[in-house]
C-alpha cells in the first residue's frame, strides 16, 4: 500500500533499525538509523489513506547534536528511541554487547517536545537548545529498548536500571545497580554454536504502574522487580533454572508483563541463548548496526531453534502485607521459543512461533496462560525459510488474528473459523469482521442486569444475508448443564438481552444435543437473526451483526 526506500527516496545508503522502531499516534513511523539519525515518515493522509509513497517529515543526526550537547566524541553508536508520555523523544547509545571494560563513551537523552513540534511545523530550530543528554561512565551503554510511563523513561544498561524525567534537562530520579557475568558464549561442544546477544541483562524493562520487570545476567538468570517510585529492588528470583545440567540460559526480549489489577504481576521470560552472532564478541564490531548478519548467529539462520536453548517461565509477583513475593507458576523445557510471545488477554492464551524439534515443521502454538500447557499448534512448513529470525508477532485486537512475519518474506496470518453459516456452507464469513473478547462480569452486569457471564462475547457482521439467518458459533471452555445456560445479545439500545429460547440451541460438532456439556469438547451455538430485528445491530439492508455471550 505504500513504503519509503532509504535509496530511492533519500539517495542514502542507511539502513532503517528495524528492532526500535514504532508507529506514533498519527500514523508517523519513528525510526532509528544505523546512521545515527532518526526520522519521521508520514505514512497517511489527513483522512486516514496510506501515502504509495511516506514522506520524511523529520531527519536528526542524534549523535551529533548528542556530542555538541555533551561537549566529547560518543563511541556508542545510536540504538534505540522512544517518546515518553509528554512527547518528549528519549534516546539511548550503545549495541547488543556493550563491554565495560572497553570503555566506550555513551550517552542518553531526548529531543524536546516543543522542538519536534516546531520541525514538523516546517521552523527551522537550533538543537543544542533541544537536545538534553545524561553523560554516562566510559564502558556503560544500553542493550534494548527504553520503556516510557507516567513516572519518566526506563533504561536499562549493561550495569544499571534508570528512571528519568524531562525537566530542561535529564533528571535522573533514581539508578539501581544490577549484577552479571558478563557476555555468555556457546562452548566446545555444545550443539549451539551463537551465544547471549547482551553482556548485561538482556531483558528490556517492562512496567506496570508500580514496578519495573527485567532480568539481569547471572547464573542463574534472575528475574528483578524494582520500586518505579524509589527504585528499591522490592523482590527476585531465579528463573528458567529447570533445564538441563550446563544449558546455558540468557534472556534477550522483553518479559510480558500482566498486571491484574488485584495484587499480582505475572511475567513470562523466554531463554534465548544461542540466538547472538560469536562476532558480537570482536573488538570492532558495532553491535548497534541490527541486521542478521551482524546480530545473529548463522547456525540459527541455516538450522533452526535446534540452535536456541530452551525454556519459557511464568513467575508472578505478589503484593503481600511485607512487600512483594515472587513464585514460579509453570515452566515449560521443551519449547525454544524465537518469535517474542505475545499474550492476548482477549482470550487468555500466550501464543507464539516454534519449531517442532523432531519433525523440523514450524507451526504456530498457543500456551494456556494459566497452566502454560500446549492449547493448540498449527504447522506451517518444515523449510529452513520458514523460520521467523527473531521478528515480533502482532496480535490483532479482535482476538482473532496473529501476523508473523518470516525470513522467506512472508507475513503469515492466522485466523480462527469460529462461525459459519450452516444453512450455506459454501458461503464465507469474513473473519475480518469476527471478533470474539472477554466480557468481564462488571460489565456483563451493567448491560443487562442477569446472571454469570460464561464464554467470549462473539461479534460478528453478515453480508448478504436471507430475511431470517442462522449463525453458528464454534466455542469450547463451556460445561454444565445446558439447561441452567441462556444466550444474550446486544439489542440497538446497548443492553444485553435474553435471546428467546426458540431463537437458539447448543449442539455438537455432529448435530447432537445434550443436557450436560463438557469444556473440552466443541460446541456449536446455532443462533436465528432476522435482518433489521431486535438483535441485528446493523443499519445495512441484507447485513446482520450481532454480538452474543452465554450466560448462567
Known amino acids: 500500500m505504500g513504503y519509503f526506500s532509504p535509496k530511492q527516496h533519500d539517495n542514502g545508503s542507511y539502513l532503517i533499525q528495524s528492532s526500535y522502531s514504532f508507529v506514533d499516534e498519527s500514523n508517523r513511523i519513528v525510526c532509528p538509523t544505523n546512521d545515527n539519525r532518526v526520522l519521521m515518515l508520514k505514512a497517511t493522509d489527513e483522512e486516514g489513506n496510506v501515502l504509495p509513497e511516506f514522506e520524511k517529515v523529520l531527519d536528526i543526526d542524534i549523535k551529533a547534536a548528542a556530542e555538541a550537547a555533551l561537549g566529547k566524541t560518543l563511541d556508542q553508536n545510536l540504538l534505540s528511541v522512544v517518546f515518553d508520555y509528554e512527547g518528549n523523544l528519549w534516546f539511548a547509545t550503545g549495541g547488543f554487547r556493550i563491554y565495560p571494560d572497553r570503555k566506550q563513551q555513551g550517552t542518553f537523552g531526548y529531543v524536546s517536545r516543543a522542538a519536534i513540534d516546531k520541525i514538523l511545523n516546517g521552523e527551522d530550530v537550533d538543537l543544542s537548545d533541544a537536545v538534553f543528554v545524561y553523560e554516562l561512565e566510559p564502558g556503560e551503554g544500553a542493550e534494548n529498548g527504553i520503556a516510557a510511563s507516567k513516572e519518566g523513561a526506563v533504561i536499562l544498561t549493561n550495569l544499571k536500571c534508570y528512571l528519568l524525567q524531562a525537566d530542561n534537562g535529564v533528571k535522573k530520579v533514581w539508578e539501581t545497580s544490577y549484577k552479571s557475568v558478563g557476555a555468555k558464549e556457546s562452548e566446545e561442544g555444545d550443539e549451539t554454536t551463537g551465544g547471549g546477544l547482551a553482556w548485561g541483562g538482556g531483558c528490556s524493562p517492562s512496567l506496570t504502574k508500580d514496578l519495573v520487570m527485567f532480568t539481569d545476567n547471572q547464573d542463574p538468570v534472575n528475574l528483578i522487580a524494582v520500586d518505579m517510585k524509589t527504585g528499591e529492588q522490592v523482590a527476585s528470583m531465579p528463573v528458567i533454572d529447570e533445564l538441563p545440567e550446563d544449558t546455558q540460559v540468557s534472556v534477550e526480549n522483553s518479559a510480558i508483563v500482566y498486571d491484574d489489577g488485584e495484587g499480582t504481576v505475572s511475567t513470562i521470560v523466554c531463554n534465548w541463548f544461542g540466538a547472538g552472532s560469536a562476532k558480537l564478541g570482536e573488538a570492532d564490531n558495532d553491535s548497534s548496526i541490527q541486521s542478521y548478519e551482524n546480530i545473529y548467529d548463522v547456525g540459527w539462520l541455516r538450522q533452526g531453534n535446534k540452535m536456541i536453548a530452551p525454556g519459557i517461565e511464568r513467575v508472578d509477583t505478589v503484593k503481600t502485607e511485607d512487600g512483594y513475593e515472587m513464585k514460579s507458576i509453570w515452566c515449560r523445557s521443551d519449547l525454544s521459543d524465537t518469535s517474542m510471545m505475545k499474550l492476548s488477554t482477549a482470550t487468555g492464551y500466550i501464543y507464539g512461533y516454534v519449531q517442532d524439534m523432531e519433525t523440523g515443521m514450524w507451526q504456530y502454538i498457543m500456551l494456556d496462560f494459566e497452566t502454560g500447557e500446549t492449547a493448540f499448534t498449527m504447522d506451517i512448513s518444515d523449510k529452513p525459510g520458514y523460520n521467523n529470525m527473531a521478528i515480533g508477532m ?72 436471507h430475511p431470517n439467518t442462522t449463525v453458528a458459533i464454534r466455542m469450547k471452555g463451556i460445561s454444565g448443564e445446558t439447561g441452567s445456560l441462556k444466550l444474550y445479545a446486544y439489542g440497538t439500545d446497548g443492553t444485553l438481552k435474553e435471546v428467546p429460547a426458540e431463537k437458539w440451541h447448543i449442539q455438537t460438532e455432529d448435530g447432537e444435543t445434550t443436557d450436560t456439556l463438557s469444556e473440552d469438547v466443541l460446541y456449536e451455538i446455532h443462533m436465528t437473526v432476522e435482518d433489521g430485528g431486535d438483535f441485528d445491530l446493523s443499519e445495512t439492508e441484507k447485513e446482520i451483526k450481532i454480538s452474543a455471550v452465554l450466560g448462567i
Open 394 to 465: 502482532y496480535a490483532g485486537n479482535s482476538g482473532n488474528a496473529l501476523y508473523c512475519p518470516t525470513s522467506y518474506l512472508e507475513l503469515l496470518r492466522l485466523q480462527d473459523r469460529f462461525v459459519y453459516l450452516p444453512e450455506m456452507p459454501y458461503r464465507k464469513v469474513d473473519l475480518d469482521q469476527a471478533m470474539r473478547n472477554v466480557l468481564s462480569q462488571e460489565k456483563f452486569a451493567a448491560d443487562g442486569d442477569q446472571g454469570d457471564v460464561e464464554g467470549w462475547l462473539n461479534t460478528i457482521t453478515i453480508e448478504n444475508v
